[in-house]
């Protein structure tokens, strides 16, 4: 199987900064997207951003221009840099990635377990 470690959440003022980072380990054959996903109690996941292999990255509109995701494919490893973060930014984040285990056949979606991130004063 494939595990996703997150790391990097904690508690940060409004207009703070936090970077978070996730590595992939276990039996990783290949990763296509890597990203990042956030919920808060009563809702559903939302998008963050994503990043493809080959450095495409997607952003949900609520967070361009704060926040920015890079990725080390040797590494197995993708960062979300947050700036300028909102109150409204709090949420657990989690990290995803659709990646092929060297025991599976096809790829599926991999997701961390997830890190508390809250933005208050």
């Known amino acids: 199987q494939v595990q996703l470690v997150e790391s990097g959440g904690g508690l940060v003022q409004p207009g703070g900064s936090l970077r978070l980072s996730c590595a992939a380990s276990?039996?990783?054959?290949?990763?296509?997207?890597m990203g990042w996903y956030r919920q808060t109690p009563g809702k559903e996941r939302e998008l963050v951003a994503t990043?493809?292999?080959?450095?495409?990255?997607n952003y949900a509109d609520s967070v361009k221009g704060r926040f920015t995701i890079s990725r080390d494919n040797a590494k197995n490893t993708v960062w979300l840099q947050m700036n300028s973060l909102k109150p409204e930014d709090t949420a657990v984040y989690y990290c995803?990635?659709?990646?092929?285990?060297?025991?599976?056949?096809?790829?599926?979606?991999?997701w961390g377990q997830g890190t508390q991130v809250t933005v208050s004063s």
């Open positions: 990043i493809t292999a080959g450095g495409s990255t």
């Open positions: 276990g039996s990783v054959g290949s990763i296509r997207a």
């Open positions: 995803y990635a659709d990646a092929l285990s060297i025991f599976a056949v096809r790829f599926q979606d991999y």
